[in-house]
């Protein structure tokens, strides 16, 4: 009985020393992998997709958390709805919450990608590898710089999701096998965090809650449909699900557009519910917000819970797990200490190397009044980008013109 006890013992420790650890300790031994970009997933998988009815090959969707540190695989089912299979841990991703703007600032990308066959990278020395297709049109556009950004093996980021060898051999062949079912283009959805109403008051003070908000109209249209929603980018801006009267131009104005009746008013009734929601946060965290910890402050708490432990990755931790609810006056005198150090630093120097952040983002939080902060309510407007193609780019047109494939609203409303 003691023998016994103590296995169990033992396995429950194991159970709890990390989810990164689980997955080491758990998934295939890849040194007897022959054929990495052939391999198949799992029959843990496999007898989950049989359960809830999906087909080997039907689309996939991804979407990635940051705060959470969390990569989702989504696959439709024979309703065209899409279902969450299962999750990964997002073993290391570089700098803190917020987009990508330019080249070296150690930012991974946030918000609408696609990705085709051509983004899949078998020969990456990072294992695998799926570019992300950053800049998109939406990046592009305003101006964003950067290449060659990830999502991969190795577990190590510098702008990249990275994620162990041994998940990103399980990613790679859920979009292998999508692409082979006839599945033409893969959705990433890449949010600094869950929008729902508490993340968004929490993090209202961020200098990015405006960008945020316009990716929440993307987010809220999948959480209503539970389909990709068909993005595209006008006046500079995402626009999700819209009916148009003609072509959009990512930098010009925007057509004339609508949103399908049936899901302007399944958006309005979810509307209704986050406002409350909302209001029932301001008032919970009243005088509070969230202190959005960096690169570093994330790598110290990990190596704080590892006691001593060797891996054989480096992960970076979670924002959950360093960051924290402050009062507000206390985040303000942070973040102009921090301000202050980094003009000081600056003027020492003279200049701003190349690829650092601007002395806005130095300060980690760019703050606002919060009384000036609109509670934010899903609009029909929101956004989507246009990937570029990962390995050989293909230049996009400014002016694309309306596809002529089965409009998004007959599906969902199975008309």
Request: aromatic share 10%.
């Given at each position: ?7 169990y013992?033992?396995?429950m420790?194991l159970?709890?020393?990390g989810?990164?650890?689980a997955l ?14 052939e391999q ?7 007898n ?16 990635i958390?940051k705060?959470?540190g969390v ?18 841990k ?13 080249q ?5 990308p ?7 066959k ?5 020969n990456s020395k990072?294992y695998?590898?799926i570019?992300?297709?950053f ?8 101006g ?13 980021s510098s702008g ?6 041994q ?14 079912g006839?599945q033409s ?11 729902t ?5 929490k993090?209202?003070?961020n200098e ?13 249209n999948f959480?209503v449909t ?9 006046e ?6 819209q009916?148009?009267?003609g072509?959009?131009?990512?930098g010009?104005?925007c ?5 399908p009746?049936a ?12 406002d409350?929601a ?6 919970e ?20 819970t ?12 979670t924002?959950?797990?360093a960051g ?8 303000e ?8 150090t ?16 601007t002395?806005?983002?130095?300060t980690d ?5 919060p009384?000036?902060?609109p ?8 956004p ?8 050989a780019p ?8 309306v596809a ?7 599906f969902?409303?199975k008309e």
């Amino acid at each position: 009985m003691r023998i016994r006890h103590f296995a169990y013992v033992s396995l429950m420790a194991l159970a709890l020393a990390g989810c990164n650890d689980a997955l080491e300790t758990t998934q295939i031994d890849l040194s007897k992998v022959k054929n990495k970009v052939e391999q198949p997933l799992p029959p843990r998988i496999l007898n989950e997709m049989a359960a809830k009815g999906m087909d080997r090959n039907s689309p996939i969707m991804v979407r990635i958390f940051k705060e959470e540190g969390v990569l989702e695989i989504w696959k439709a089912k024979t309703d065209n709805r899409f279902e969450k299979i299962t999750d990964y841990k997002i073993c290391a991703w570089s700098g803190r919450l917020g987009p990508k703007v330019k080249q070296g600032d150690r930012q991974a990308p946030e918000g609408f990608y696609n990705l085709t066959k051509a983004n899949l990278n078998p020969n990456s020395k990072y294992y695998l590898a799926i570019n992300t297709g950053f800049p998109n049109r939406y990046d592009a556009v305003n101006g964003r710089t950067g290449t060659d950004l990830m999502i991969h093996g190795a577990c190590s980021s510098s702008g990249c999701y990275s994620m162990t060898d041994q998940q990103v051999l399980e990613i790679y062949a859920f979009a292998r096998d999508a692409f082979k079912g006839g599945q033409s283009t893969v959705q990433l959805e890449a949010y600094p965090f869950r929008m729902t109403a508490d993340n968004m008051f929490k993090h209202r003070m961020n200098e990015n809650i405006d960008f945020w908000k316009m990716l929440k109209v993307g987010y809220d249209n999948f959480e209503v449909t539970k389909r990709p929603p068909e993005v595209n980018v006008c006046e500079k801006k995402y626009v999700f699900n819209q009916q148009a009267s003609g072509a959009f131009n990512a930098g010009g104005k925007c057509p004339e557009m609508s949103t399908p009746p049936a899901l302007a008013s399944a958006l309005a009734s979810y509307g209704k519910t986050y406002d409350l929601a909302y209001a029932k946060a301001s008032k919970e965290f009243d005088g509070l917000a969230w202190y959005d910890p960096s690169e570093a402050e994330r790598k110290a708490v990990v190596a704080k819970t590892r006691k001593g432990r060797e891996l054989a990755y480096a992960p970076t931790g979670t924002s959950l797990e360093a960051g924290k609810m402050m009062k507000v006056a206390e985040l303000e005198g942070m973040m102009a200490t921090k301000t202050a150090t980094s003009v000081a630093s600056n003027t020492v120097t003279g200049s701003t190397p190349a690829g650092s952040p601007t002395v806005a983002a130095a300060t980690d939080v760019a703050l606002v009044n919060p009384a000036s902060v609109p509670v934010p309510t899903p609009s029909p407007l929101a956004p989507q980008s246009e990937m570029a193609t990962a390995f050989a780019p293909v230049e996009q047109p400014d002016s694309v013109e309306v596809a002529s494939k089965k409009p998004f609203w007959k599906f969902w409303t199975k008309e």
